[in-house]
Structure formats: structure tokens, C-alpha cells
């Protein structure tokens, strides 16, 4: 079973605008991870909070975590035509297998 | 390498026949995992190494697949018989070691079944 659902499953906005995307999980874990991918290429890791962070910045990009809600949420701040990709959501289940949820598929318009 | 390669890149084939695929990962990651990606979906995990041996083979679909690694290197992952359900992108990934993130990806193997 999934262990990460991504929320929304699309989303389109402006250039320039923010963009949130959500990702719930149903168990314990000890870190969750994000990732984009580009079309027809592989996933790029692009940041990791521990389960005793609540929030953590890296360039234009805000994770948070609510290990009380089993929910992250992954925010791109002055978006850019480049982060149009699909950003997936990644935690470690037990036996340290990491569980990707589905994606989220975001489109940057002109 | 500097990165996880895979090969081939596209792989077009009937029903029916062999495949094998191919991943190198960077050099000196003891753990590769194997992971498809059916079209607008997430990733399905497959199976995955530390060092030659596989743990953990439980997200192999069916006996038809089946993966190997040697050297702690390269891996190969074989689909006998395919079917057209098994048309998808196949993902590879390595890491220093099993648990230890991120995780470095190839571009894949998309593979397409007649």
C-alpha cells in the first residue's frame, strides 16, 4: 500500500506565484524526503526533514512536517517555468524501505 | 561513474520475448534498487541489493522477474516473457548503503511491449 499520497495530484499556476503540494503518510517514520522529476528523466532528490523538524528551507523551497497529522507539505516560493515537473513525496517504512507516494504534476504557465 | 547510468535508454519489444536491463550505479554505493513507473504514476518498488545479495524481493511482480548483481556493480534486471502490462519506465537508484538517503537516480529504461 501506498505510504505517501501527494496532494494535488495536478496543479497549474502563474509564473511567479507559490506553489504547495501536500503528501499525507500513514505510519512512524524517521525522515521524509522530496524529489522532482522532469519529464523522461529520472527523480532528483531535493531535500530530507527528520522527524524532529518541523520546518526546513532550502533556496526557494519550505518543507514542513506534522508528525501529529502524518503531513508534509512542500512549498516553491516565485515559481519558475523550470519547476515544471512532478514532485513525489518519500518515507521510510519499516526494514528502511523508502515508499514513494504518486505525484504531484505541476505546470508553470507563462 | 559520476552518476547511475542505465541502458538502454528505450526498449521496444513483442510480447513474449526476454529483456534485460541494465544499471550501473555510482561507484562505490553498496545498496541498488529497482523501482517501475507506470505512465502518470508513482514509483512501484522492485527489489533491491546491499552489496550482491537481495533482502528484500518481495515487489517482484511475478517469477517472471528476476535480478542479479555482481561485483557489487552492475545489476541487471530480466523480464522473461513479457507481457504488455509490463510496458513501463524502469528506475534505477544506488546509495552509500541500505537506509542511508538519498537515494541517486538513472534516467531509466522505458520499456514498450507489442
Known amino acids: 500500500s501506498q505510504q505517501g499520497e501527494e496532494d494535488p495530484q495536478a496543479l497549474s499556476i502563474q509564473e511567479g506565484e507559490n506553489a504547495t503540494m501536500n503528501c499525507s503518510y500513514k505510519t512512524s517514520i524517521n525522515n521524509l524526503q522530496w524529489y522532482r522529476q522532469n519529464s523522461g528523466r529520472g527523480l532528483v532528490h531535493l531535500i530530507l526533514?527528520?522527524?524532529?523538524?518541523r520546518e526546513k528551507h532550502s533556496g526557494r523551497l519550505r518543507v514542513t512536517l506534522d508528525t501529529s497529522k502524518k503531513s508534509s507539505s512542500l512549498l516553491i516560493t516565485a515559481s519558475r517555468a523550470a519547476d515544471t515537473a512532478s514532485y513525489f513525496c518519500a518515507t521510510d517504512a519499516r526494514d528502511d524501505k523508502i515508499i514513494f507516494g504518486k505525484g504531484t504534476r505541476l505546470h508553470i504557465l507563462p | 561513474g559520476a552518476g547511475v547510468s542505465q541502458s538502454p535508454s528505450n526498449k521496444v519489444t513483442e510480447k513474449g520475448k526476454d529483456v534485460e536491463l541494465r544499471c550501473d550505479p555510482i561507484?562505490?554505493?553498496?545498496?541498488l534498487y529497482w523501482y517501475r513507473q507506470s505512465l502518470g504514476q508513482g514509483l512501484e518498488f522492485l527489489i533491491y541489493?546491499?552489496?550482491?545479495?537481495?533482502?528484500?524481493k518481495s515487489g517482484l511482480p511475478s517469477d517472471r522477474f528476476s535480478a542479479e548483481r555482481t561485483g557489487g556493480s552492475v545489476s541487471t534486471l530480466t523480464i522473461q516473457r513479457t507481457q504488455q502490462e509490463d510496458s513501463a519506465v524502469y528506475l534505477c537508484a544506488s546509495s552509500i548503503r541500505q537506509g542511508v538517503v538519498p537515494q541517486h537516480f538513472g534516467d531509466g529504461t522505458r520499456l514498450s511491449i507489442l
Open positions: 541489493f546491499q552489496g550482491n545479495s537481495a533482502p528484500d
Open positions: 526533514i527528520r522527524s524532529n523538524e
Open positions: 561507484s562505490g554505493h553498496t545498496a
